[in-house]
């Protein structure tokens, strides 16, 4: 069973009413996504808020819209959000990510997401565990176009998805011209298998950068990459 907290370096994730738990994958993202000065950021998928909180710690003039469809989930974020130092540059929306998309008047410089996996795959019977696994509530299709409505024309993307979505997401922000400049592969230990690509979209051409996160050493410990791109959050680095 998750803990009912997460108690990071600047604040803390309370997580026992929401379906969505902090995890590795998550942290990765919120610590790695970068961007120049946003000012307007948009998570779309915000479960108990915790990337929203990373992108407030790490851009301090930014002002942060996070979305998340799950009640209690949108409830729990709004409480962490006020437990945190950033509640005023941080709203939380409880509603779909294609209803905000197409409601929504605002154009974002930097969008992330972390969305739900296994489009393709057998659902659970578990409600809330469908919301976490199975991006039923929103397909790869509509998170394309939900992106392409909401981000600015010199804005950036980022996610995190399994090898076996990324390709199909890939080709869905091509159709609008939105074209992946930054890949990371994430492994859990060096000769275990690729199991996340984390990848950078815009609108405009760029140079293409490749790299790899090795999430643990030999020896079962956090890689020195890992503690150097946590360093800002986790308490034990």
């Known amino acids: 069973m998750a803990n009912s907290y997460f108690e990071f370096k600047k604040f803390t994730i309370y997580q026992d009413r929401s379906a969505f738990k902090v995890t590795t994958d998550a942290c990765v993202l919120g610590a790695y996504v970068y961007a120049l000065n946003p000012d307007s950021v948009c998570e779309l998928g915000t479960g108990t808020g915790i990337i929203a909180l990373m992108l407030a710690q790490k851009f301090p003039c930014s002002k942060i819209d996070?979305?998340?469809?799950?009640?209690?989930?949108?409830?729990?974020?709004?409480?962490?959000?006020?437990?945190?130092p950033w509640s005023e540059r941080i709203t939380v929306f409880n509603q779909s990510i294609q209803d905000f998309s197409t409601l929504s008047k605002k154009?974002?410089?930097?969008?992330?997401?972390?969305?739900?996996?296994?489009?393709?795959?057998?659902?659970?019977?578990?409600?809330?565990?469908?919301?976490?696994?199975?991006?039923?509530?929103?397909?790869?299709?509509?998170?394309?176009?939900?992106?392409?409505?909401?981000?600015?024309?010199?804005?950036?993307?980022?996610?995190?998805?399994?090898?076996?979505s990324f390709g199909k997401l890939?080709?869905?922000?091509?159709?609008?011209?939105?074209?992946?400049?930054?890949?990371?592969?994430?492994?859990?230990?060096?000769?275990?298998?690729?199991?996340?690509y984390i990848g950078g979209f815009c609108r405009k051409k760029d140079d293409m950068k490749e790299n790899t996160l090795i999430i643990y050493d030999e020896n079962g410990e956090y890689s020195d990459s890992f503690k150097k791109l946590l360093k800002d959050y986790y308490l034990a680095f």
């Open 66 to 84: 996070a979305v998340e469809i799950d009640k209690l989930s949108a409830v729990q974020a709004r409480e962490n959000v006020d437990y945190s």
């Open 107 to 164: 154009k974002y410089n930097l969008i992330v997401c972390n969305p739900p996996y296994y489009e393709d795959h057998f659902r659970s019977k578990d409600n809330q565990k469908n919301l976490t696994k199975h991006n039923y509530r929103i397909s790869i299709k509509e998170l394309a176009k939900s992106v392409n409505i909401l981000l600015r024309d010199q804005g950036v993307f980022f996610t995190i998805m399994p090898t076996f």
């Open 170 to 196: 890939r080709e869905e922000l091509e159709r609008y011209n939105i074209r992946l400049f930054d890949k990371m592969g994430l492994h859990s230990k060096l000769k275990k298998p690729l199991y996340r």
